[in-house]
């Protein structure tokens, strides 16, 4: 069965990177069928797609967030990453990874809650 | 970006009812929408694909229809388990997926 699990600080300062690892069990992130994405969640609100990326390293943003947003895959440890710049409070939210199979999310993290505070 | 705009953004409803949600896109997006089921602390669940298509293990109240702007999730027969917030999600621009705002089923 197919598991993914989000680590990183759950707390943030205004201004600088929010750094959120998802590591994959249960497949392979090399498989040239999926890439692996990003949602959030604002509390009490709806989803929000922040991008995705194949194991290539092709990646793809939501263009409001494009400029702050980068991320990398470490096929070695079966993991991708996200790193948000420049994190304001509205970037308080619970982000959630998932495997993007044809542009739906058939697997997802148990997500992070990630408070942007000083 | 293509919209998606759900309706209601909340409903209630008691056990064995048939619920009805409807997602609209902003543009047409042929048969390619899916649908959410979000438990309180928990998170999405997809159900539906395609538009219609069942996810394996997802119960056979839950039914999608509908293509181009207009679609449909059915749960025939509610049950207790369904008691949670759904939502539509667009795969026609694989490069930005977008969902509606939710609709949230409550206990009448």
């Known amino acids: 069965q197919l598991q993914i699990q989000e680590s990183g600080p759950g707390l943030v300062k205004p201004s600088e990177t929010l750094s959120l690892r998802c590591t994959v069990f249960g497949d392979s992130i090399s498989s040239t069928r999926n890439s692996w994405g990003w949602i959030r969640q604002s509390p009490g609100k709806g989803l929000e797609w922040i991008g995705g990326i194949f194991h290539t390293g092709t990646a793809y943003y939501n263009p409001s967030l494009k400029s702050r947003v980068t991320t990398s895959v470490d096929m070695s440890k079966n993991q991708f990453s996200l790193k948000l710049s420049a994190v304001t409070a509205a970037d308080t939210a619970m982000y959630y990874c998932a495997r993007v199979r044809n542009a739906d999310f058939d697997y997802w993290g148990q997500g992070t809650l990630v408070t942007v505070s000083s | 970006d293509i919209q998606m705009t759900q309706s209601p953004s909340s409903l209630s409803a008691s056990i064995g009812d048939r619920v009805t949600i409807t997602c609209r896109a902003s543009q047409s997006i042929s048969t390619f929408l899916n649908w959410y089921q979000q438990k309180p602390g928990k998170a999405p669940k997809l159900l539906i694909y395609?538009?219609?298509s069942l996810l394996s293990g997802v119960p056979s109240r839950f039914s999608g229809s509908g293509s181009g702007t207009d679609f449909t999730l059915t749960i025939n027969s509610l049950q207790p388990e369904d008691f949670a917030t759904y939502y539509c999600?667009?795969?026609?621009?694989?490069?930005?997926?977008?969902f509606g705002g939710g609709t949230k089923v409550e206990v009448k």
């Open positions: 395609g538009g219609s």
């Open positions: 999600q667009q795969s026609y621009n694989t490069r930005f997926p977008t």
